[in-house]
């Protein structure tokens, strides 16, 4: 039992070192070696991907360096002069604006300045005025303004007079002068600005539309103005806004949307008017220590590339900016310093990125994989394959192995109980204890029939090393399948009726002829009426069924014993293969005979078929073809 055990632990070892080096090791190794493919694939389309990043970066600080310098080259001489008028909107130029003392004069900032009036006009304004607010006396006051209006000598004088004569006669009642007034306003003074750089013309349309909110006059010329692409004070810009949201007419639509962008424009640069140095400071510096290098600052959402530059050696410079969107090759972003994903620009352009579209360096990864992870996946196939298939082989090879020596011992064991049944009643028999002729009779069946199952045994050994060594050999014959079969049943009739069975035995008298070798046959079917016998549990009833249909001639052997599971009926024709249960540990047998009755069976082209169930009992049905002529 001890020597058991251990060998069953060298086995299990075995079987372990086994698989470990048929399964685990081999696919291990595999499993590493994609991996390490696959990062080393990675890592280079991560190199190239950052290659490629380099060269797109390289490429967009040329295109961008030389196209900004065309911009600054043609748009700064010809434009400098011109600061007022806003530039075409092909332009990539967005505004161009002198310093002086290190400010920045504002594009809108021109010479449209209100002029000081006369001391006699001034002197009428306030009579006027102090008529006006003072007393209440509207008509006073217009009677002021009128005197105001004839001495006044300037366009500025003129427009402010009209505008004073509109408001008093409104307040006086007087609607159609008021009207009139208004609308000289807005004919003569589109031009002439009033200290807050609004054109005097605007605040006269803005009368005449709180008056009556559908006055074409006053609509047309609110369009116009605000069509006229120029800087504007932002005064004028927020008061422009105001009065087109007042039209309802449809063509004030898109000068309102222009102008909010407009209006934006506005608020960037006197936000960058009003903190130079926050936003600049770097150019500042980088400019006056180096005031023939080209640097680029971003400024603003869209960014804004701006620059310092002088355009003669006398001239102030100029600060210059030009839109991004304008300059940049399509497909790239510039972006402020601090955008994530972005990439520095690098030298001459002052805390500025660039960005691409997350796909244009993305690293390609989905080929690989999928091309690693299907030949892993083969590769392992295999490797599982193989050693499953090695795996089975030396489990079957261990299991033959354990069952030879376990026929060894059967087979000593079958061959000891006829011996000893047939010493005993030869003994018996000599010492004259056998007293009746009966008994005596009784006793000599029994030593032949112990003989012929030890002959059978021997036979049966002898069959399979015959088999093995593909020397077995059979003499065909013409047979009769009856006569095969009744002499196997009665070979067997004095064991199965010592053991109380019936054996009953029925034909449907086809009488087939066989052509076989008839001790053969006879033998295997023996085997199947051993097995009927030894595996029937309680049951005593055996029936042999014989005949031929469908060119065969079959013998059927039909026990009512323990049966057999589905998964062990494909397994018993194996040689030395046993059926381990509690039902049969007790049964000797060497686990040959159905082998051997196979082999037989196969020998004359025929087949054995098993019908069984566990508890219900078996039909083995021996299937041989009849001969052609037969
Ligand atoms: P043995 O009977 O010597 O063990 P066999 O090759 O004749 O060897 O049979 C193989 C196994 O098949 C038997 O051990 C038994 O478990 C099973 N077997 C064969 N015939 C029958 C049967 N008629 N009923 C139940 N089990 C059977």
């Known amino acids: 039992m001890l020597r058991v055990s251990a060998a069953d632990s ?12 048929a399964i685990v090791v081999p696919s291990a190794v595999v499993i590493l070696l994609v991996f390490r493919v696959v990062r080393q694939e990675n890592e280079l389309s991560e190199r190239r991907s950052a290659e490629a990043r380099r060269e797109a970066l390289d490429q967009l600080r040329r ?5 900004l310098q065309a911009v600054r080259l043609e748009e700064v001489n010809r434009l400098i002069g011109e600061s007022g008028r806003r530039l075409p909107p092909e332009s990539a130029i967005v505004f161009v604006a002198p310093m002086m003392q290190d400010r920045m004069v504002l594009p809108w900032e021109d010479n449209r300045t209100a002029q000081t009036p006369a001391a006699e006009f001034a002197q009428m304004q306030s009579e006027g005025e102090s008529l006006e607010f003072q007393r209440n006396d509207a008509a006073g006051a217009a009677a ?19 505008l004073w004569l509109g408001r008093a006669y409104r307040r006086a009642g007087e609607a159609l002068d008021a009207d009139r007034a208004d ?21 006269a349309a803005d009368r005449l539309l709180t008056k009556e909110s559908n006055d074409a006059e006053a609509q047309d010329y609110i369009v116009h103005v605000a069509s006229i692409r120029q800087w504007r004070t932002p005064n004028e810009a927020y008061m422009l806004q105001s009065l087109l949201r007042k039209i309802s007419s449809p063509a004030a639509v898109e000068p309102l949307r222009r102008f909010s962008s407009e209006i934006h424009d506005i608020d960037l640069i006197t936000g960058l008017a009003q903190n130079m140095e926050d936003h600049l400071g770097k150019l500042q510096r980088a400019f006056r220590s180096a005031p023939g290098d080209l640097s680029w600052m971003g400024y603003g959402d869209e960014p804004w590339l701006i620059t310092i530059v002088s355009p003669t050696s006398f001239a102030a410079p100029v600060v210059m900016a030009v839109s991004s969107r304008k300059v940049v090759p399509e497909g790239v972003t510039l972006r402020l310093a601090g955008s994530p994903g972005a990439v520095p620009l690098g030298d001459g352009f002052l805390d500025l990125q660039a960005e691409w579209p997350a796909s244009r360096f993305a690293v390609r990864q989905g080929m690989p994989f999928t091309l690693y992870g299907s030949v892993l996946f083969v590769v392992l196939g295999v490797v599982l394959l193989g050693g499953y298939l090695l795996l ?7 299991e033959t192995v354990a069952m030879r020596s376990h026929f060894v011992a059967s087979v000593s064991h079958e061959l000891k109980t006829p011996l000893t049944s047939i010493r005993a009643h030869a003994e018996t028999l000599l010492m004259g204890r056998a007293d009746t002729p009966e008994t005596t009779s009784e006793y000599l069946k029994t030593i032949m029939s112990e003989s012929e199952r030890l002959t059978r045994l021997v036979e049966s050994v002898l069959d399979l090393s015959r088999i093995e060594q593909g020397r077995k050999s059979y003499r065909m014959q013409l047979t009769y399948l009856g006569e095969v079969v009744r002499s196997a049943a009665k070979t067997m009739e004095y064991p199965l009726s010592q053991l109380g069975f019936t054996l009953t035995i029925s034909s449907d008298d086809t009488e087939p002829t066989l052509l076989a070798d008839a001790d053969a046959l006879e033998q295997a079917i023996l085997n199947l009426l051993g097995n009927a016998m030894k595996y029937s549990g309680g049951a005593r009833r055996i029936e042999m069924r014989m005949g031929s249909a469908a060119r065969e001639a079959f013998v059927d052997v039909v026990d009512h014993g323990i049966g057999i599971t589905r998964e062990e009926q494909t397994r018993i024709f194996e040689k030395f ?10 049964i000797a047998g060497t686990g040959l005979g159905l082998a051997l009755a196979l082999h037989v069976v196969e020998a004359h082209q025929g087949r054995i078929d098993v019908v069984s169930a566990p508890g219900r009992g078996s039909t083995f049905s021996v299937r041989i073809p009849l001969p052609e002529q037969a």
């Open 63 to 67: 295109e961008l360096s030389a196209r």
């Open 577 to 586: 293969h046993r059926v381990q249960s509690a039902e049969t540990q007790d």
């Open 392 to 398: 089975r082989d030396v489990h079957r090879e261990a």
């Open 144 to 162: 002021a303004y009128r005197r105001a209006l004839k001495i006044a000598h300037t366009p500025s004088e003129k427009c402010s007079a009209l």
């Open 10 to 21: 060298r086995r299990r070892k075995r079987r372990l070192l086994l698989l470990i080096s």
């Open 183 to 203: 609308r000289a306003t807005l004919h003569d003074c589109g031009a002439v600005p009033d200290n807050d750089g609004i054109p005097h013309a605007l605040y």
